[in-house]
RNA sequence: GCGGGGCUAGUCUAAUGGUAGGACAGAAGCUUCCCAAGCUUCUAACGCGGGUUCGAUUCCCGCGCCCCGCACCA
């Protein structure tokens, strides 16, 4: 159990993250990361893209400009669909989306007015607040994004990318030469995404400035299920809410042949299950804190026609949090830039010419680091961060029992051996409970201690975290065996 | 953006219209040496700005930030 204070305390205590700019008051919807909340970060950003890109031999990362003219988002749908006109009721200050007040009205869609076209509507409609019945202010244009000005005379309108999506799809033709036409192609973009967010809240949860880490994969729809055939042999179950009981905090365990029988493509299904693999497998996330959750139709993208968020239970959060999904867009967003810079998109494979589908894996980095922080806190008598071996900022910690009679000598020489293959710490202060207890709260997995016994060639202790249990491991095998116990191949614990 | 609550060392907190105290953490030393032991010493805070006042961390106003609810979340 972790509240929200407990998870934002440790990290800014022991140097994971905290508010950007707290030196001139704070700045909203921005955080930095301290060196622990850089490795870990770091840490989990490498084993996403080793399993993700790991899915196919024809998957890359790629890296795109984080600003990106009006043009390019205009035909994306962002510079429409991005921006809300809104509406304040000068009475009960209830604020509302303008075109919602008016299709409300009308009931027919009401799309790209103008603040002043929506005051004029609202005029001769006589629309009053739906709440109080009060008389609505003066509509104003809210746009998500940042708008920027390029050269001298900003002459040259841009905006920070709202996602890192839109540069993979704008590369789409260079790599489908440069990887030499072939479908399934896989292109992943880990960076910075920007959206001004109305009221960024609960950490980094909402925030004005993140990372995503998405992986879109384009493919034709008639051939897609061939090259990802969906394996039941396991039985693997796959856990879900549907759009209905998204509130409640249960999943269903479906088999995935029968979430094919639901509708699902196969293909689409193979995702479900190879995401759910790398939360359960890799980052070790408890199955029942895992699940899928349908979107319906009303709360869905307008260019995804299949949808499905990827949710983590966090105390810290209240319950299940967004913390990706997995979207199949179809061919909305190629077309949509085949249209707007009038280059065909279209290709050939095989037998057909077609503009590629796309579905596309997108995950909230900063929400999984905060999501892996809530799960592995755990505070008893003693605060551990339980964090999955690999993720661990630190690896390894030595320690010399005490400072005296050559041992500290025998600790440095282990260390700078540990530190040639693993990210070490060495540590002399305190007692050596301290310096378990320090190595605890930021979830190093295993610690070295050099005593006495190390001198008379008896080896050093290695102790794990969770079980505290040690064992003695001889100096020249303790790179070996820290790296099996890395793996998981073997264990301090019988 | 609206409403509510809040802001004191790194963290958690106490008190006060007149010297801001503690705990934990951190540093140094002594001592001990396998799970935050003990002792000594030290470092370190009133979010920012304005007003009232002889004097404001305290009262008032504005701003910032955080949390909760509403709205928003392509």
Redesign the pocket.
């Known amino acids: 159990m972790a509240s ?2 407990d998870v934002m ?1 440790l990290s ?2 022991r140097g994971f993250l905290w ?1 950007a700019a707290e030196l001139y ?5 921005f955080y930095d990361y301290g060196h622990n909340g850089v490795l870990l970060r770091r840490r989990w950003e490498d084993l996403w893209t080793e399993t993700f890109l790991g899915l196919s031999d024809n998957y890359y990362l790629i890296d795109t400009t984080t600003i990106l003219p009006e043009a390019a988002l205009k035909a994306s ?1 962002h510079v429409d ?2 921006t ?1 006109v809104l509406v ?1 009721c000068t009475r009960c ?5 303008g075109d ?1 007040l008016l299709e409300a009205a009308t009931h027919v869609e009401e799309e790209g007015l103008t603040p002043a076209e929506i005051d004029a509507r609202i005029r001769d409609l006589k629309i009053r607040c739906p709440n109080c019945k009060g008389e609505l202010g003066p509509a104003r244009e809210f746009n ?1 994004m940042f708008p920027l000005g390029i050269g001298p005379t900003a002459k040259d309108r841009a905006y920070l990318r ?2 890192t999506a839109q540069g993979v799809y704008l590369n789409f033709k260079r790599e489908f030469e440069a990887l030499r036409r072939k479908l399934p192609m896989g292109l992943a973009i880990v960076g910075r995404a920007y ?1 001004n ?7 980094t949860y909402r925030m004005r400035e993140f990372l995503q880490a998405e992986l879109q994969i384009f493919f034709d729809p008639a051939t897609f299920a061939d090259f990802v055939p969906l394996d039941t042999s396991a039985g693997e179950r796959i856990r879900i809410a549907w759009a209905a009981e998204k509130n409640e905090p249960t999943a269903h365990e479906i088999a995935a042949e029968a979430v094919v029988e639901r509708g699902l493509p196969s293909w689409y299904v193979y995702h479900l299950l190879a995401v759910q693999r790398f939360y359960l497998a890799a980052l070790r996330i408890p199955r029942d804190a895992f699940r899928f959750a349908e979107l319906d139709e009303k709360e869905r ?2 260019y995804n026609k299949i949808h499905f968020d990827i949710q983590i239970r966090q105390e810290s959060l209240g319950g299940f949090r967004e913390v990706g999904g997995v979207h199949y867009r179809t061919d909305h967003d190629l077309k949509g830039h085949e249209a707007g810079s009038h280059t065909k998109q279209a290709v050939t494979f095989g037998a057909s010419k077609l503009v590629p589908h796309v579905l596309e894996l997108s995950f909230g980095v900063d929400r999984n680091v905060w999501a892996v922080l809530d799960l592995a806190f755990a505070k008893g008598d ?2 551990v961060l339980r964090l999955p071996p690999r993720l661990a900022p630190v690896t390894v910690a030595v320690f010399p ?3 005296k009679a050559g041992i500290p000598e025998r600790a440095e020489s282990i260390f700078a051996s540990l530190r040639k293959r693993f990210t070490a710490f060495y540590d002399d ?6 310096r ?3 190595m ?2 930021i979830g190093t997995p295993f610690s070295v ?1 050099v ?1 006495h016994e190390s001198l008379e060639g008896n080896g050093a ?1 290695v ?1 794990e975290r969770d079980s ?1 249990k ?1 064992i003695r491991v001889p100096e020249a095998e303790l790179a070996d065996a820290i790296a099996k116990l890395l793996s998981g191949e073997t264990s301090v614990v019988p």
């Open positions: 929200y204070d305390s800014v205590r508010p008051g704070g700045f909203g919807g749908g669909h991005f809300d304040t200050g209830e604020s509302y989306r919602h998500m709202p996602e959206r967010e109305i009221s960024p809240r609960q950490g993208a307008f003693r605060l029992l005490v400072n202060s305190g007692s050596i409970g301290r378990y207890a320090r605890d709260e201690t005593d202790t102790r505290q040690q």
